[in-house]
């Protein structure tokens, strides 16, 4: 069974940058979507971004557009998420998923493997 482990959570001032990452273990494949969602305090889970492994066929929610980059490096079957210019509203824990296809890639229920998470925090 796949197993996902984020990593690169941390506090940081309004304005700075992070970079979260996500390592797949645990299966034989190379080929299918990957993506980041995130659940602030009280809050519904939300999609960020997704791509494919072949670091093709990107989306991004219109609250990261411009500000973060989704990036995902085969050799160490590795998913990242750049994010610049941090708001207080990115405080939340973010989540990396996997999904094998889909209709709809902000869809929670479209996806079959979940990490932990990791805490993101932004001082203002």
């Known amino acids: 069974e796949m197993q996902l482990a984020e990593s690169g959570g941390d506090t940081v001032d309004a304005g700075g940058s992070l970079r979260l990452s996500c390592v797949a273990s645990?299966?034989?494949?190379?080929?299918?979507?990957m993506a980041w969602f995130r659940q602030a305090p009280g809050q519904e889970r939300e999609a960020v971004a997704c791509?494919?492994?072949?670091?093709?066929?990107?989306n991004y929610a219109d609250s990261a557009k411009d500000r973060f980059t989704i990036s995902h490096d085969n050799a160490k079957n590795t998913l990242y998420l750049q994010m610049d210019s941090l708001k207080t509203d990115d405080n939340a824990v973010y989540y990396c998923?996997?999904?094998?296809?889909?209709?709809?890639?902000?869809?929670?229920?479209?996806?079959?493997?979940w990490g932990q998470g990791t805490q993101v925090t932004v001082a203002s």
């Open positions: 998923a996997v999904s094998f296809g889909f209709r709809n890639w902000w869809a929670r229920y479209e996806y079959d493997y």
């Open positions: 645990g299966y034989n494949g190379t080929r299918y979507y």
């Open positions: 791509i494919y492994t072949d670091n093709t066929r990107p």
